[in-house]
């Protein structure tokens, strides 16, 4: 895969092992400004391993990684920092620090990579729980919390530097379906109001196809597929198809 100017994240022929098990085999993927990708794959496909890879938590053995244009595989510490204030990350388990406030968890990125004062922070942190739908919960812990309400503030805090681009490993995982509704929502509340570009990674079936523009399928270390949910829907490889199938009996045998 060639690079396609007009991207706003793209990966080339991106492999990474682990030892002696080979976790992406030569993966290319992009995505432009303002889209919605989710990408989907069975369990230990990488999935997750991509979104580390783009927080610069892990660095690939070979291909190329670009944000903006900016080849992001041999970044300086200082500049992975500079990268980070223009990408959030929401992990799948909330990820908030158990001692810190709401309050000050959100705050935490705004005081490690920005030179705002104390009265502009907090009123950052109100203003990203408000689009989050929480208020007047600045000063509870996160042991306070419910489930839902805790990945409501971790993706406040990914917010809290108005990111071009956030990360979702998981967002719905363990949720009731009326707060994975709600998750889904924000998603597309950000997408629209706040032109925001995310990269989703999730099993939630339901979830993938209320929130995708497009999708992606990993498999055995290597995109399978990628387009737009109707292209899913209609794929005649039978790895996808057999994947999509084995959720809709999943929901068909609930009923």
Not at 138 to 157: C, I, N, Q, T, Y
Not at 197 to 218: D, G, N, Y
């Amino acid at each position: 895969m060639s690079k396609t100017e007009g991207n706003l994240v793209e990966m080339c022929g991106v492999k990474l092992r682990f030892s002696d098990k080979v976790i992406l085999d030569g993966v290319d993927l992009s995505i432009k400004a303002q889209e919605v990708l989710v990408i989907m794959g069975m369990s230990g496909s990488g999935k997750s391993t991509l979104l580390s890879i783009l927080m610069g938590l892990l660095r690939p053995d070979a291909g190329s990684v670009s944000f903006k244009d900016e080849n992001l595989t041999d970044l300086s510490p200082i500049g992975w920092n500079l990268v980070r204030t223009h990408i959030g990350m929401v992990y799948q388990n909330a990820a908030l620090v158990s001692s810190l406030s709401v309050r000050e968890n959100i705050a935490l990125p705004l005081e490690e990579l920005t030179n705002k004062g104390e009265k502009e922070i907090a009123s950052i942190v109100s203003q990203k729980l408000e689009i989050v739908g929480l208020k007047d919960i600045d000063d509870k812990l996160p042991s306070e919390l419910s489930g839902g309400m805790e990945k409501r503030v971790g993706l406040a805090r990914a917010l809290a530097l108005d990111p071009e681009l956030i990360l979702f490993d998981e967002p719905s995982a363990g949720l009731d379906p009326i707060n994975c509704k709600l998750i889904d929502d924000l998603i597309k509340k950000l997408h629209v109001q706040q032109k925001v570009t995310s990269i989703v990674v999730t099993h939630e079936m339901p979830s993938a196809f209320r929130v995708a523009s497009k999708m992606a399928f990993l498999h055995e270390g290597k995109i399978l597929l990628q387009g737009t949910p109707d292209e899913f829907r209609a794929t005649e490889n039978p790895t996808v198809s057999a994947f999509l199938s084995s959720f809709s009996d999943h929901e068909q045998n609930k009923k």
